[in-house]
């Protein structure tokens, strides 16, 4: 069995893995060819990667120029702790203003805590300049290296 078998990650681990983290890496295609790299907040919806920018945010720009981008979740500081997924993917986005801040609602209370009288009109005017980033995966790696046991 090769050692990329033995520390994949299983599509539930996956899931519940990308639940309790809480930084997303994503790169997309600048204009000039070289990745722009950024981190963000998001949230899981329908199993798939969401979140949402400014929509003159440079990410929003490339995305509408070439919807490719490249997702990482990561954690670990030992190599017999390192765990991750790595989404390649097409972003769909979405300026529906209601869905926009939806998602907007569920990324603040995922990070910030419940919504109250002073924080929810802060973000539904947020949500009059961002856009929705939904990540549909091409191709998911994953690795865990608990599931090694301690040897290398």
């Not at 199993?47 to 919807?67: M, V």
Request: glycine share 6%; charged share 25%.
């Amino acid at each position: 069995m090769s050692r990329r078998s033995l520390i994949h990650m299983t599509g539930d681990e996956i899931r519940a893995f990308l639940e309790e983290q809480r930084t997303l890496q994503v790169a997309t295609i600048d204009h000039d060819g070289y990745p722009h790299l950024v981190a963000m907040w998001y949230v899981l919806l329908n199993d798939e990667i969401t979140f949402w920018t400014y929509a003159k945010s440079q990410k929003a720009i490339n995305l509408r120029r070439d919807p490719r981008l490249t997702c990482l979740v990561e954690t670990g500081e030992q190599y017999n702790e390192l765990r991750g997924v790595q989404i390649k993917g097409r972003a769909v986005m979405n300026e529906n203003r209601e869905f926009v801040q939806k998602v907007g609602e569920a990324i603040w209370e995922r990070y910030t805590g419940p919504l109250n009288e002073s924080t929810h009109p802060m973000v539904i005017a947020q949500a009059a300049k961002r856009v929705v980033i939904t990540v549909k995966p091409v191709e998911i790696v994953s690795w865990d290296h608990r599931k090694l046991g301690g040897s290398y």
